[in-house]
């Protein structure tokens, strides 16, 4: 599929709005992201980010943040022009709107996170314009927060909804000050155990949450969420070193691999066919199956806690530590 971009609007000083036409319709469910693939000095680059658009919109946006040392997200701030054309591949990812179609919600989200939370909120209103709803959006200052007018609009066209911002420095008038903890949130939504919690946001925040969460007695099975950035090799075990090599065999194709590879980097190196778009733990297409006790993960991304247990990994967030057998999906 090939995509036009018709308008970039700057929504924050580091977040801009992508809209573009497709020359076919693409079927996704709201929540879910686009694989873009961008060509940078003459090599295609895949990253997948969350549309902010709901099907029947005549346009797909994508919002994007840029990061520091960010390849495509730089990119695309410093170059990307109206008219210019990008390569997609299908929509995917498994947070988006199952979970939002029915019950009261919770809607959390910080920073570029509330991107699929926003394509969720758009689509259950459309849906059901009653529904009991609070959404509670932190951000680091008044200018930082993503889609306050349109947030705004919804919140006052649906009396059902509430619109809580978190604004850590300079809030103002109608925002709350400070950060988001279990008291704040309790405060916000005393029925919490009642709802369907539905967050996107930094690793940090996340980790945050699942601990108010528990806090305050809420069911985990009622909780449903997706890192926006890959969780850091800090907080997982230390890289096998750069000497130790092992073996990785694919059907009947075995390819080398050194303590410094993900598991990706060696199979591509050894021209295995092996699709990834975000290259950073978060959208699981690269998944794989293999050994679960011979793998240093630095994320698990989308996978189920079944997936996990029958030893699926994601290749671009994986490193081996003894020759394994790796099945591609």
Same mark, same amino acid.
């Given at each position: $599929?090939?995509?036009?971009?018709?308008?970039?609007?700057?929504?924050? &000083?580091?977040?801009?709005?992508?809209?573009?036409?497709?020359? !076919?319709?693409?079927?996704?469910?709201?929540?879910?992201?686009?694989? *873009?693939?961008?060509?940078?000095?003459?090599?295609?680059?895949? %990253?997948?980010?969350?549309? #902010?658009?709901?099907?029947?919109?005549?346009?797909?946006?994508?919002?994007?943040?840029?990061?520091?040392? @960010?390849?495509?997200?730089?990119?695309?701030?410093?170059?990307?022009?109206?008219?210019?054309?990008?390569?997609?591949?299908?929509?995917?990812?498994?947070?988006?709107?199952?979970?939002?179609?029915?019950?009261?919600? *919770?809607?959390?989200?910080?920073?570029?996170?509330?991107?699929?939370?926003?394509?969720?909120?758009?689509?259950?209103? !459309?849906?059901?314009?009653?529904?009991?709803?609070? /959404?509670?959006?932190?951000?680091?200052?008044?200018?930082?927060?993503? /889609?306050?007018?349109?947030?705004?609009?919804?919140? !006052?066209? &649906?009396?059902?909804? %509430?619109?809580?911002?978190?604004?850590?420095?300079?809030?103002?008038?109608?925002?709350?000050?400070?950060?988001?903890?279990?008291?704040?949130?309790?405060?916000?939504?005393?029925?919490?155990?009642? %709802?369907?919690? *539905? $967050?996107?946001?930094?690793?940090?925040? $996340?980790?945050?949450? &699942?601990?108010? /969460?528990?806090?305050? @007695?809420?069911?985990?099975?009622?909780?449903? &969420?997706?890192?926006? #950035?890959?969780?850091?090799?800090?907080?997982?075990?230390?890289?096998?070193?750069?000497?130790?090599?092992?073996?990785?065999?694919?059907?009947?194709?075995?390819?080398?691999?050194?303590?410094? !590879?993900?598991? *990706?980097?060696?199979?591509?190196?050894?021209?295995?066919?092996?699709?990834?778009?975000?290259?950073?733990?978060?959208?699981?297409?690269?998944?794989?199956?293999?050994?679960?006790?011979?793998?240093? %993960?630095?994320?698990?991304?989308?996978?189920?806690?079944?997936?996990?247990?029958?030893?699926?990994?994601?290749?671009?967030?994986?490193?081996?530590?003894?020759? $394994?057998?790796?099945?591609?999906?």
């Amino acid at each position: $599929m090939q995509l036009t971009c018709t308008e970039i609007r700057a929504e924050t &000083h580091d977040v801009n709005t992508y809209l573009f036409e497709s020359d !076919q319709p693409i079927d996704f469910i709201p929540g879910q992201f686009l694989p *873009l693939q961008v060509e940078i000095d003459g090599d295609s680059h895949s %990253r997948c980010y969350s549309l #902010a658009s709901i099907p029947g919109d005549n346009r797909y946006a994508l919002t994007i943040k840029r990061v520091s040392g @960010g390849l495509v997200s730089n990119y695309l701030a410093d170059n990307a022009r109206v008219g210019d054309n990008f390569a997609t591949l299908s929509a995917g990812g498994e947070f988006h709107y199952q979970y939002a179609q029915q019950g009261k919600l *919770l809607m959390l989200s910080a920073g570029c996170g509330i991107t699929p939370v926003y394509s969720m909120l758009r689509a259950r209103l !459309q849906a059901d314009p009653d529904a009991d709803i609070v /959404f509670v959006h932190s951000a680091r200052t008044p200018a930082d927060r993503i /889609f306050p007018r349109e947030l705004e609009q919804l919140a !006052q066209a &649906h009396p059902n909804l %509430r619109l809580c911002w978190v604004v850590s420095e300079g809030a103002e008038s109608g925002q709350l000050d400070g950060q988001l903890d279990a008291r704040l949130l309790l405060s916000l939504t005393t029925d919490i155990r009642e %709802r369907t919690i *539905l $967050m996107c946001g930094p690793q940090g925040y $996340m980790e945050a949450a &699942h601990g108010w /969460f528990d806090a305050l @007695g809420v069911d985990p099975e009622r909780v449903f &969420h997706e890192m926006f #950035a890959p969780v850091s090799g800090d907080n997982g075990p230390e890289p096998a070193s750069e000497g130790a090599g092992h073996t990785l065999t694919v059907a009947d194709k075995a390819v080398n691999i050194d303590g410094s !590879q993900t598991v *990706l980097e060696a199979l591509e190196a050894g021209g295995l066919p092996i699709f990834a778009a975000c290259r950073a733990g978060v959208c699981g297409s690269c998944k794989c199956k293999g050994d679960g006790e011979k793998l240093e %993960r630095t994320s698990v991304g989308p996978l189920t806690p079944q997936e996990l247990e029958e030893g699926y990994f994601l290749a671009c967030a994986s490193r081996v530590t003894g020759d $394994m057998q790796v099945t591609l999906p």
